[in-house]
């Protein structure tokens, strides 16, 4: 397995940026699959984006498209999140999440699809 750890996260004006970052040790893979999923008070954890590892093929939940981009630094190990014109309903704790799967045909949006996750980092948008 993989191990996770995300940080970056903190406090932000609504309108602000953040980038979160999540560091791979462990057995990693450049080709892994990698998501970031969130998780406020009372709500289930929710599909953000995903990388596709063999192809870098990207994906957004309706609710960041435009506003929120995906990356990965395969030399540092590292996915990042950056965060562009953050709302209140950004609020949440974030996590990073890996696969070994690279389907091109999977979606890669549901918490089961990943094998591996991280404790989470929290943001807060005030507003």
């Known amino acids: 397995q993989v191990q996770l750890v995300e940080s970056g996260g903190g406090l932000v004006q609504a309108g602000g940026s953040l980038r979160l970052s999540c560091a791979a040790s462990?057995?990693?893979?450049?080709?892994?699959?990698m998501g970031w999923f969130r998780q406020a008070p009372g709500k289930e954890r929710e599909f953000v984006t995903r990388i596709i590892g063999t192809t870098g093929n990207t994906y957004y939940a309706d609710s960041v498209k435009g506003r929120f981009t995906i990356s990965r630094d395969n030399a540092e190990n590292t996915v990042y999140l950056q965060m562009n014109s953050l709302k209140p309903e950004d609020s949440a704790r974030y996590y990073c999440?890996?696969?070994?799967?690279?389907?091109?045909?999977?979606?890669?949006?549901?918490?089961?699809?990943?094998?591996?996750w991280g404790q989470g980092t929290q943001v807060a948008v005030s507003s």
């Open positions: 999440a890996a696969t070994r799967s690279t389907w091109s045909w999977r979606s890669y949006t549901d918490i089961t699809d990943y094998d591996s």
């Open positions: 462990g057995r990693t893979s450049s080709s892994y699959t």
